[in-house]
């Protein structure tokens, strides 16, 4: 998580980004599953891939999610590590690596339990 966690952004959501949330899509790499289903606040704390969330030409899934409580922000974290990271076409292939070596090992750990 900690590579992960240089690659993202913590905010605080803007008129804006509520504007911009509440209209999401796929196809823009955002989905309403990323806030649990639920809208989002001016305020609420987010998190965004530092890469390509500002980006019109991005396209993998969770590029912004807004954990539905501060509890929730590891499970984000990883979320975006899992989900959006291996598929960005915007984070640099080193970083795509490292984090799924990390992945790989965590793996094993698990399986090793």
Do not use: W
Not at 24 to 33: A, L, N, T, V
Not at 90 to 103: C, I, L, S
């Amino acid at each position: 998580d900690s590579v992960a966690c240089q690659n993202i952004q913590v905010f605080r959501a803007s008129p804006e980004d509520v504007a911009d949330h509440s209209g999401s899509s796929p196809e823009r790499g955002e989905d309403k599953s990323s806030t649990g289903g639920s809208s989002i606040a001016v305020g609420q704390v987010g998190l965004r891939c530092i890469h390509c969330s500002r980006s019109p030409l991005a396209s993998a899934i969770y590029n912004t999610v807004f954990p539905g409580s501060i509890g929730s922000m590891g499970a984000s974290i990883r979320m975006m590590s899992q989900r959006h990271f291996p598929a960005c076409g915007m984070t640099p292939h080193d970083v795509q690596e490292v984090m799924a070596r990390a992945a790989d090992e965590e793996a094993d750990k698990r399986m090793r339990r």
